[in-house]
T-cell receptor, first 114, second 116 residues
Framework: AQTVTQSQPEMSVQEAETVTLSCTYD???????LFWYKQPPSRQMILVIR??????QNATENRFSVNFQKAAKSFSLKISDSQLGDAAMYFC???????????FGQGTRLTINP | DAGVIQSPRHEVTEMGQEVTLRCKPI?????LFWYRQTMMRGLELLIY????????DSGMPEDRFSAKMPNASFSTLKIQPSEPRDSAVYFC??????????????FGPGTRLTVT
């Protein structure tokens, strides 16, 4: 069974600085997708960024980028120029290419210090 | 688009009562998912539907839980009878299967259920 591990329960960063959230996953599949979701205090789950396993290029969305290391099964999220609005729980998620089920990590609580 | 709509946003009920949670997926989406989020277990998939048909209900914790999708724009998750350990946030999500896409799931705002 696929598993997703986020080893950092909590992280904090100064406003305007850069922070990296870690995620590792375990799978024997070659076709899969990886996602980062943000859950602010409003508890709405918001998709931040996605990565297709077949793509070598790391995905970027404005201040958010990933470091996808397929051989190491690692999928970290880098947030540049951190803003107060980035404070939230961040969840890493995996989906096998042929399936619909998302497998989530336990989440990392990110605090932004002004 | 209005996004995924869930109601109610908050529900407080007494143990033994029936609880019904409602979800309206994004128009045109053909997959609908029900998740439960707790501190202890994180986010768990309970059940999902494709074109209104239940595909995988292996995450439904027990027979007290049931889900239906009578049409493409409405789904319910029912708990009868409810127990304090059912207290959690319940999310509904929907997605669209398109060739070549990553079928990302879009989540509703969730229903916070408290069973006393």
């Amino acid at each position: 069974a696929q598993t997703v591990t986020q080893s950092q329960p909590e992280m904090s960063v100064q406003e305007a600085e850069t922070v990296t959230l870690s995620c590792t996953y375990d799978t024997s599949e070659s076709d899969y997708y990886l996602f980062w979701y943000k859950q602010p205090p409003s508890r709405q789950m918001i998709l931040v960024i996605r990565q297709e396993a077949y793509k070598q290029q790391n995905a970027t969305e404005n201040r958010f980028s990933v470091n996808f290391q397929k051989a190491a099964k690692s999928f970290s999220l880098k947030i540049s120029d951190s803003q107060l609005g980035d404070a939230a729980m961040y969840f890493c998620a995996y989906r096998h290419g042929g399936a619909q089920k998302l497998v989530f990590g336990q989440g990392t609580r990110l605090t932004i210090n002004p | 688009d209005a996004g995924v709509i869930q109601s109610p946003r908050h529900e407080v009920t007494e143990m033994g009562q029936e609880v019904t949670l409602r979800c309206k997926p994004i128009s045109g989406h053909d997959y609908l998912f029900w998740y439960r989020q707790t501190m202890m277990r994180g986010l768990e998939l309970l059940i999902y539907f494709n074109n209104n048909v239940p595909i995988d209900d292996s995450g439904m914790p027990e027979d007290r839980f049931s889900a239906k999708m009578p049409n493409a724009s409405f789904s319910t998750l029912k708990i009868q009878p409810s127990e304090p350990r059912d207290s959690a946030v319940y999310f509904c999500a929907s997605s669209l299967r398109l060739a070549g896409s990553s079928y990302e799931q879009y989540f509703g705002p969730g229903t916070r259920l408290t069973v006393t």
